[in-house]
């Protein structure tokens, strides 16, 4: 490009960095150089391969494969798992991908053809502005800009060139989708229903309100309500899993720890077990002797510490040293330890000067003696011998596997327990194996005629696996869940009888009785509809914007029967400051949506005008080596 902005060097004028809008434009320009950065998608049936074109402009089969991988590794972070390529797909991101390749391709077209160019000023102002190619002093650096695209695998012309066609396109959308007013009728009918308020009254249906205490529910109405609620009751398809495994627990216990190993872990945690006794200790400290002996006098004569403390601009969580130890004290430890009771030494001297010591609370001596820690400590050394005793196996272990060997050789060779266990995602009844992510990552992705493999779980052990059969999902006995289902028929009965009550209230109220008159009744002050409340679910809220004034409705929500009259309804006021920032907030709102949505229709227009042609074989083969 050959006009530069000039080098940051040559301006000594100081800026303000902000780290929040730096950290903003590093992301950008990331993301601006992906989209030049090679993929490696090649030779699908030429040299670089296009999975299409709108009008004269081709769309590289390197752009959609980069942003699919952009795309998938993205979504491993937000689930905090790996996402395959048919997981993306399943999710429509290749779809997306897709149009948004198609669209910036027909904004490309467009501005070839209506000539449209970006020029050299305009890229180096545009440039200039990315502080993450600005140097030291804040202007841009030649040198911080050419070393941040060549770590990102780009350069000046490649870079470039997509800026010019980012303006490009944004120059087009923003001369048809420029200039949006919000419509007045539209805004202020927005704004009066987001800026509304209700107040309400809310008398909820406790157990306590019914007539006669609830019975325990009889044998017939568990199993009643078990067979009518058979689908709740019901565990998910599962994994039949066959699996041996050696873990820590488990060989613990067979670890021979030598007495001086015991020993010196006590001794390393010493500190832990042999505690000294302890003082809480508040410090007030002054500037000189003078000044600390006058607030002793003050004291002595009968203001508090508080007072004290105060006087001095400061908290009592401004003086707090915590629980200390004589020694660290110093020179105040013999005077402070001296006392036996809470109260005020002084002055005496400290690390930061003469100072008042206020002595809180008496904290006694505390020992742990070795024997009383050995179980602790045997068991701490026996597991961490386990695992290291588990960690010499695993590569003949590894190589028993690859030589054919079935679970049960490793049971019998190895000393691994050989185990069963039907395994469902997300299943509350799961074995305690399935705790370790490492076996649910393999449990999940384990498939018939998979050979069992080695894993390491996350506390040192080792488990191999290999699916038995898909067990298809199957009601869970009622005799293995009986506790819980007693539980849900009580909760059921439950809501029966508090919605029988709110019945009788509501009809009480119905027929002339206030609203108190059937029980303690919160007032909730005036309200927004986007609110959250403390008082009841999310029902409560909705319920009473449908509602008008001196209107009672019955709310019936699981366990949860209230009584709800609504009291007023207040206008929001346009000329309130709250009133004014909402209003702004929505007008801005609606004008970026028309934008956007005047952006949408303009670039699939002069798409559809100029063509869209795609190859999906090409597709196909970048999404087959994606899946690879």
Known sequence: MSKAPHSADQDDTPRKKKRGAGLLVWILVAMLIAGLSGFGVENFGGATAKIGRVGDTEIDANDYAREMQA??????????APVSMADARSFGIDRQVLAGLVNRAALDDEAARLGLSVGDATVAAELAAISAFQGIKGGFDRQTYALTLQQNGTNEAEFESNLRRDVARSLLTGAV??????????????????????????????????DALLPAPTAAEVQAHYDANLASYTRPEAKRIEYAALLPATLAPT????????????????????????????????????????????LDQ?????????????????????????????????AVFAL?????????????GPALFRMNAVLAAQETTLEAARPELLALLQTDAAARTIADKIEAIDDALAGGAALADLSTEFGMTLAMTDYAPGADDNDPITAFNAFRSAAEKLAEGDFPEAIVLEDGGIVAMQLVEIVPPSPVPLDKITDKVTEDTRTANLATALAAKGAAAKAAVD?????????????????????????GPAVVLTTAFQMQPGEVRLIESGEFVALLRLD???????????????????RQNVQSAIAQDLAALYTATVGQ????????????????QLGN
């Open 340 to 352: 036996t009771e809470p109260g005020v030494v002084g002055p005496l001297p400290s690390a930061l």
């Open 511 to 535: 027929a002339g009785a206030s609203l108190e008159s059937q029980g303690s009744v919160v007032a909730v002050a005036a309200t927004e509809r986007q609110a959250t409340l403390d008082v």
């Open 255 to 298: 670890m021979e720890v030598p007495d001086e190993d015991v020993q010196k872990a006590y001794n390393a945690r010493l500190s832990e077990f042999v505690i000294p006794e302890k003082r809480l200790v508040e410090r007030l400290v002054f500037p000189d002797d003078a000044a600390a002996a006058a607030a002793k006098a003050k």
């Open 568 to 586: 007023t309804i207040l206008a929001a006021d346009p000329t309130s400051e709250m009133g004014k920032d909402l209003k702004d907030a929505i």
């Open 302 to 334: 009968g203001a508090s510490f508080e007072d004290l403390v105060a006087e001095r601009g400061l908290t009592l969580e401004d003086i707090d040293l915590g629980d200390v130890t004589r020694d660290e004290l110093a020179a105040a430890g013999d």
């Open 177 to 210: 989708a420029g200039g949006v007013v919000a419509p007045e009728p539209m805004t202020n009918a927005l704004f009066a229903w987001a800026g509304e308020q209700r107040s309400f009254s809310l008398l909820v249906i406790e157990e306590s309100a019914l």
């Open 609 to 624: 005008q100029a063509g869209i042609s795609l190859d999906q074989a090409v597709i196909d083969a970048v999404n087959t």
């Open 71 to 80: 795309q998938i590794t993205t979504l491993t972070r937000q689930f905090g």
